[in-house]
C-alpha cells in the first residue's frame, strides 16, 4: 500500500512559521489532507484537497503539494497549536483506500 | 449540526467479538451520499483506518482487518456499527467513527469523540 513519511517532530519558537511535510511517491498527484490532534481529542480536518480549509479554520494554516512532497505551513504559531499533525490520502491503486502519514509532533518552544 | 457518537463496551477479553456502534445526529444516514467510517489508534501510535460502509449499503475494509471487521448500518436508528472478531490485546485502541467530506477526496471533516476498547484477560 501508499507509504507517506513524515517527520516525527517539529519545534518552532511562537510567533514563527511551521513546516510539516508528508512525504510519498508522486504525492502531487493524489490529493493531501491534514489534520490536527491534540491529546485526548478527536481530530480535526485542517486543510482538504491539498489547500483548501473548512470554515472555521484560521488561514494561518495552509498547505501545497507537488513532487514527492506535501506541506502543511502553519504561520504565527500559537501556544494552542501544540498538537500531532496527520496527512492523509486516498489511495485509489490499492485495496488499502484511507492511508495516513505516521503523525508529526509539533512542540512549541 | 452533525454530530456522531460512539458506544461500545470498554473492556474485553481476548477471542471475543468487539461491537461498537456510531449514534449519527443532525442528518438522515439514508440522505446524504457519504461514507461512514471508522478509524482507530493504538496507544502512542497514528491513526488506522478501518473501512467505511457507503449509504447505499457497499462496504470496504483495511486489508489487514479485513477478514475480522464488518462494518453495517441500521438507518432506521441512524446508527452504523464495527464488529471485529478474534480481538487481541493489539486490538486496544480509541476507535473513531467520522463522515467523508463531500466534495473531497476522502477527508473526513467529521468525527466522533472516540471510544478507549481495552482487551486484556
Redo the contacts between chains.
Sequence with gaps: ?YVLTQPPSVSVAPGQTAIITCGGKNIGK??V?W?H?KPG?????LV??DS?R?SGIPERFSGSNSGNTATLTISRVEAGDEADY?C???DNNS?????????TKLAVL | QVQLQESGPGLMKPSQTLSLTCSVSGVSMNSDAHYW?WFRQQPGK????IGYIHFIGTT?Y???LQSRATISADTSKNQFSLKLASVTAADTAVY?CARD?RG??????H????TLVIVSS
Design positions: 500500500s493524489k490529493s489532507h489534520y490532534q481529542q478527536a481530530p480535526v480536518l482538504y484537497d483548501d473548512p496527520y492523509q490520502v486516498w485495496q488499502h483506500l484511507v492511508v495516513f502519514g505516521g503523525g | 467510517t497514528g491513526l488506522e483506518w470496504h483495511n486489508p489487514s473513531y467530506r473531497s477526496t476522502w477527508s473526513f471533516d468525527w466522533g469523540q472516540g
